[in-house]
C-alpha cells in the first residue's frame, strides 16, 4: 500500500495568511493526488484533483502542486471559513490511502 | 444539487453485523464509482471500499476485506455495505462519496457506526 505523510499536522496561522501544507508519497502516484477539506461533524469537500487542478466553484486561493512523491496545497489570504483540516488522497492505486491530515487553526 | 445520503448506522455488538445504504439523487448514479470512507472518532480519514460505475470491479482496504462487501443497484440509485463480523475498531463515522474519475467529489453527511460490548 502507499503511505501518505502529511506536514504539519497542525498550524497556527492569522487571517490573511498564506499556509503551505506537504504531502508525500511512500511511492511515485503520478499526479492522482486529491486535497480535501473537512470542517468539524461535515463530511469533506473536493478542493484539488489531479494534484493542481481546480475543482468546481473552489477558491482561487487554493493552489495544488506537485507530482510523483511530493505535493503541496497552498492557501492564500487565509479567511475565516478555511480554518479547518486537509487531507490529501493519493488514487493511483487500490488502496485509495489517505494523509493523517493537517488542521488549520487561527492563531 | 448532488445529494448522497447515507442511513443504517446504530450501535451493535462485535461479531454482529450491520447493512448501510446511500440514496443517491440529482446525478446520473450509473456513470460515477462510489467508495465508502469512514473516520473513526477524533481520527483521520480511512478509504474503505470501491465499486465501479457498472459494479464490474470492487476493491477493499485489506483490513475489511473477507467481512465487508459493496454492492450497487444502479436501477434504484442505491450504494449499500454490507458489513459482517464487526469488531470494536470498526466504529466510525461512514461516509459514502461518488467519484466520476480521480477524485471523490461528492459526499454525504455520513452516518455512525458503534461496535461496542
Known amino acids: 500500500d502507499i503511505q501518505m505523510t502529511q506536514s504539519p499536522s497542525s498550524v497556527s496561522a492569522s487571517v490573511g495568511d498564506t499556509i503551505t501544507i506537504t504531502c508525500r508519497a511512500s511511492?511515485?502516484?503520478?499526479?492522482?493526488l486529491a486535497w480535501y477539506q473537512q470542517k468539524p461533524g461535515k463530511a469533506p469537500k473536493i478542493l484539488i484533483y489531479e494534484a493542481a487542478s481546480l475543482h468546481s466553484g473552489v477558491s482561487s486561493r487554493f493552489r495544488g502542486s506537485g507530482s510523483g512523491t511530493y505535493f503541496t496545497l497552498t492557501i492564500t489570504s487565509l479567511q475565516p471559513e478555511d480554518f479547518a483540516s486537509y487531507y490529501c488522497?493519493?488514487?493511483?492505486?487500490?488502496?485509495?490511502?489517505f494523509g493523517g491530515g493537517t488542521k488549520v487553526e487561527i492563531k | 444539487q448532488v445529494q448522497l445520503v447515507e442511513s443504517g448506522g446504530g450501535v451493535v455488538q462485535p461479531g454482529e453485523s450491520l447493512r448501510l445504504s446511500c440514496a443517491a439523487s440529482t446525478f446520473t448514479f450509473s456513470d460515477y464509482g462510489m467508495h465508502w470512507v469512514r473516520q473513526a472518532p477524533g481520527k483521520g480519514l480511512e478509504w474503505v471500499a470501491f465499486?465501479?460505475?457498472?459494479?464490474?470491479?470492487?476493491q477493499y482496504v485489506a483490513s475489511v476485506k473477507g467481512r465487508f462487501t459493496i454492492s450497487r443497484d444502479n436501477s434504484k440509485n442505491t450504494l449499500d455495505l454490507q458489513m459482517n463480523s464487526l469488531r470494536v475498531e470498526d466504529t466510525a463515522v461512514y461516509f459514502c462519496?461518488?467519484?466520476?474519475?480521480?477524485?471523490?467529489?461528492?459526499w454525504g453527511p455520513g452516518t455512525l457506526v458503534t461496535v461496542s460490548s
Open positions: 465499486i465501479r460505475y457498472d459494479g464490474s470491479d470492487k
Open positions: 488522497q493519493q488514487t493511483n492505486s487500490f488502496p485509495f490511502t
Open positions: 462519496a461518488a467519484g466520476f474519475s480521480s477524485s471523490l467529489d461528492y
Open positions: 511511492q511515485g502516484v503520478g499526479n492522482w
